[in-house]
């Protein structure tokens, strides 16, 4: 897969359309974005909200609502948990944030009762299409972990291999990003690149190659990895970016969005069901793919290996 439509296309081939639950309806990003997944059949939405604000709202975007179940729930936690109790019976494939707190939200996904935690940690999986860069670029964690320790590195890892894998690319190069290529025994960063990269060499992380701590600049671009003599089958041609922290994750996402004209679409992975997860400042063209990757993932998931 080289381009990010290509997800719409992808989940269509399928041919079946995958059911969201929102959590908390009455917002008028959301409602746009299920609206034109309905639209171009990629699924079914159940709106758990304030059915009466969720109507103004609809009716004020232009978005109309005969054709969704409104499940009527004034109090956004309460609309949240009947949400996440829908996907936990079966009843919808993936779950998406409406108005509501994410920390709210995803505290109920994780409650042990709706059975949709594993042993591995969530992290947010993001794809970038970059006008420069030849082919599907992939980075995590830029809106869910906020200073990731070595195990949860590893996490973060196979949860982006896995969507990378859904996206055809069987043996992703991953690289992990620090603000050296060198291991410096005062940034903890390249203390854990180097440990994965070498439980990467020992197989204890699988179906992809790790290498590092590279500086950006390393991983993206064979030219400069030339130029510091670094030697790598990663170098220059990563598919998976895994960033030190949040912060680094989340300066790199907008960049790429509002300075380099990348498109990009997330899902939050790690849970028996994908989350999606978008911010107010994206567009309703990454909320849509965002839907696309999130019902791509949830057709997928189980069948991988």
């Known amino acids: 897969m080289r381009k990010l439509g290509e997800l719409i296309d992808e989940v269509r081939r399928n041919g079946k359309k995958v059911r969201i639950a929102v959590a908390v309806s009455q917002d008028d990003n959301v409602l746009k974005a299920v609206s034109e997944a309905k639209k171009m059949e990629l699924a079914e939405t159940i709106l758990y909200g304030d059915t009466k604000e969720t109507e103004k709202l609809a009716e004020v975007v232009g978005v109309d609502l005969k054709n969704f ?17 829908a996907v936990s019976r079966g009843e919808a494939e993936l779950i998406m944030k409406g108005k509501i707190k994410t920390g709210d939200l995803m505290s109920l996904v994780l409650q042990k009762e709706y059975g949709l935690r594993t042993e591995r940690t969530l992290s947010m999986v993001s794809v970038f299409e970059i006008p420069n860069y030849p082919k599907l670029l992939m980075i995590s964690d830029a809106g869910m972990l906020i200073a990731p320790d070595l195990n949860q590195k590893v996490d973060m890892i196979v949860n982006a291999v896995e969507v990378a894998r859904m996206l055809g690319i069987e043996n992703p190069k ?83 969005v509002f300075l380099a004209g990348a498109k990009v679409a997330s899902t939050i992975v790690g849970a028996r069901v994908p989350v999606v997860l978008t911010s107010r400042a994206d567009s309703d063209e990454v909320k849509l793919l965002s839907i696309a990757l999130s019902a791509l993932v949830a057709l997928k998931g189980n069948k991988m290996g």
């Open 174 to 256: 991953v690289a992990i990003i620090g603000a050296v290529e060198v291991v410096n025994p005062k940034m903890p960063a390249t203390l854990d690149a180097a440990v994965l990269a070498k439980m990467s060499d020992r197989h204890q992380i699988k179906h992809c190659i790790v290498d590092g701590p590279f500086a950006l600049d390393n991983a993206v671009s064979r030219e400069a990895a030339a130029h510091k003599g670094i030697d790598s089958p990663v170098v220059g041609d990563a598919d998976i970016l895994i960033m030190p922290d949040i912060e680094a994750g989340n300066v790199f996402y907008k960049a790429m």
């Open 69 to 85: 179940k409104l499940v009527h729930a004034p109090d956004p936690l309460e609309a949240a948990r009947l949400a996440v109790e």
